[in-house]
């Protein structure tokens, strides 16, 4: 038996100009429905916890909402989250060392002010003076301003001052994470 020539013709002129068949179609509608349930569950409202994002801000109560100000046509007791519950702080490892002394104290950093035992702030050598820095140490977190130029020894970003290295429970010498 011989098979129909124009039944072969049909054939193929109806899958030359259809492109992919059904089974790569529905391979390609797979792997992007796949794609994307695994881009939703990376993004899950919780994702930011994991990081230590949001960690210190508190949930505020909606009694206290409620009694607080219409805001951009939406009222404060929509919302169950406070703006500090919504930021976001991105913190890398940064070295750091502490610095001061008796033979420095009384002495007058790059940016102006005077160096005692209870001055809070970090030198830096790129950041501008004033400068607000987020570190943490530990479980600790303090924001400083840049007060001083330095550290002036390799694989130091920060150096920080006594009151600074206390608050922070910082040994003297090692890593804190931060937001610069």
Request: proline share 6%; charged share 15%.
């Amino acid at each position: 038996m011989t098979e129909n020539p124009h039944r072969l013709e049909r054939t193929n002129e109806s899958s030359a100009g259809r492109g992919p068949g059904r089974t790569t179609l529905w391979l390609r509608v797979a792997l992007l429905a796949g794609a994307l349930a695994v881009l939703a569950f990376s993004i899950s409202p919780g994702a930011q916890a994991a990081t230590g994002g949001a960690e210190s801000a508190l949930p505020v109560a909606a009694e206290e909402e409620a009694a607080t100000t219409e805001t951009e046509g939406v009222t404060a007791a929509a919302s169950a989250f406070n703006e500090a519950e919504l930021s976001f702080t991105p913190y890398r490892i940064a070295g750091a060392s502490w610095y001061g002394g008796k033979t420095m104290w009384g002495r007058s950093t790059a940016c102006g002010q005077v160096l005692q035992p209870t001055t809070i702030g970090v030198a830096n050598k790129t950041l501008p003076c004033g400068t607000m820095v987020k570190l943490r140490y530990n479980g600790r977190a303090i924001t400083v301003p840049v007060i001083d130029r330095g550290p002036y020894v390799a694989g130091r970003e920060y150096d920080l001052t006594e009151a600074t290295k206390d608050a922070l429970g910082f040994p003297g010498v090692g890593y804190v994470m931060s937001n610069h």
